[in-house]
């Protein structure tokens, strides 16, 4: 088999520069709480590919349901003929997702696609405009979700023009914004779409209840149901992209539910199927059902290997009670991050919920972001065997994302080689 170092020569020469990765090896296998690369260097896995294999990877019973499907049939496309796992996951969905409404869904291949979804639904049904995002907000890579991202390197530089009708509202950060309470920096952001944007202009209010690239911001207690409610009362439509935050990552299926939060529309995609492409916008059955019939789709969306490991993905977070193992790993995990930021003035702050946590790095005594210091030590953590990620605005947010099948003995060594990192 080659080495890391030759695919990674091979890499070079073959794959587009702006496709960039973490570590510079290839992986061989990964299950349960590790990642194996081909020259057999194991790494314990804080990332769980973006939140993606909460359920681990490989996990048996999605395994036994992908086999079982790709012997049956790979691909029909659900608007030629169609098959009962896509509605099998929309009944799921509809379910588990919060608010005790009637509602539908619709599934699609990517997060981006499903936040586009999202808005073209949102648009439809109030015949107006605008969308509302926020400061720091992450919703993806293609033409009108880059417009809704925040952050303009990498994600951004070079690559406009931007859609139109995206207003950017200020986000509740307690680290950065003085503290501000969740009802007071959600007037804020309410007097802004008010005064510049106009409620009766406003399709949709877009938020992440916990954001996820741009630094796992986690709002002030009461941020997200006033918003809510200022929707509800202007008939804007209420989207929480939770395609970070679900699936059990924050100890609830999804993060709004933390605070009784019932969004309109939910967009979902990461951590939905185990691994394999799938996304879904689900919500209230009147606003989803008042696009057109042929309005939503796309080739792909809901393909039957992904939809087969949605539910295999499901089933095995319902048997686990995954949810519960998010909340055990974010005590466990958070009382260490909490001794090293004690002894170690870099780090301004321990934040997140359940199995998504993060510790901003600031220049000690400052709040000013040292992004270069974050860099070091999550080298530092790489080079030791544990595999890390960085992330927000100013780059100078460790996070943390394990799958939250990773076992006690391997989430204990992941916190040493963490705490050795920090030196
Ligand atoms: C990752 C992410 C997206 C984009 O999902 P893709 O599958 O990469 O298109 C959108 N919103 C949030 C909150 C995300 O974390």
Redesign the pocket.
């Known amino acids: 088999m080659a080495t890391s170092e030759e695919l990674h020569k091979r890499r070079v020469e073959a794959v587009a520069r702006g496709v960039g990765s973490t570590i510079p090896a290839y992986v061989d296998r990964a299950g349960g709480g590790t990642i194996t690369d081909v020259d057999g260097r194991e790494w314990i896995d804080f990332a769980a590919g973006?939140a993606v294999t909460n359920v681990g990877n490989s996990a048996p019973r999605v395994v036994e349901a992908v086999r079982a499907q790709v012997e049956r049939f790979t691909h029909t496309c659900f608007m030629v003929a169609p098959y009962e796992s896509y509605v099998a996951v929309c009944e799921q969905l509809n379910a588990l997702t919060p608010g005790g409404f009637e509602k539908r869904s619709a599934l699609f291949n990517?997060?981006?696609?499903a936040?586009e979804n999202a808005v073209k639904i949102a648009r439809h049904a109030t015949g107006r405009p605008a969308v509302v995002v926020f400061d720091h907000a992450?919703?993806?890579?293609t033409n009108l979700t880059m417009a809704l991202t925040a952050k303009n390197m990498p994600y951004k530089h070079r690559f406009g023009p931007f859609a139109g009708e995206v207003y950017r509202v200020p986000m509740s950060y307690p680290l950065r914004d003085g503290g501000l309470d969740g009802a007071t920096a959600a007037a804020r952001s309410i007097e802004m779409i008010e005064k510049q944007v106009g409620a009766e202009n406003v399709a949709a209010l877009l938020i992440?209840p916990i954001q996820?690239?741009g630094g796992f911001v986690v709002p002030a207690q009461g941020f997200l149901p006033a918003l809510r409610e200022w929707a509800t009362a202007a008939g804007v439509v209420f989207v929480a992209?939770e395609?970070?935050t679900g699936f059990c990552r924050t100890g609830d299926w999804f993060a709004c539910e933390h605070e009784g939060v019932q969004p309109d529309l939910i967009t979902l995609?990461?951590g939905i199927a185990g691994g394999l492409p799938l996304?879904a916008v689900t919500g209230r059955a009147d606003l989803m059902d008042a696009v057109h019939v042929g309005g939503l789709g796309g080739t792909y969306g809901g393909n039957p290997i992904a939809c087969a490991a949605a539910l295999a993905s499901m089933e095995t977070m319902r048997e686990l009670d995954l949810a519960a193992a998010a909340r055990r790993i974010g005590a466990v995990m958070g009382e260490r991050l909490r001794v090293i930021a004690a002894g170690d003035p870099r780090v301004a702050e321990v934040r997140g919920r359940g199995a998504m946590l993060a510790m901003e790095i600031v220049v000690p005594g400052t709040l000013t972001p040292d992004p270069a210091a974050t860099a070091a030590i999550s080298a530092a953590c790489h080079a030791a065997g544990l595999l890390t990620l960085t992330c927000g605005t100013y780059g100078n947010v460790l996070r943390f994302l394990p799958p939250l099948v990773i076992s006690d003995d391997e989430l204990g060594r992941g916190l040493d080689i963490l705490a050795a990192a920090f030196g």
Not at 110 to 113: K, P
């Open positions: 973006i990517s997060g981006a696609e936040v992450y919703h993806g890579r992440e996820g690239e992209d395609i970070q995609a990461k996304a």
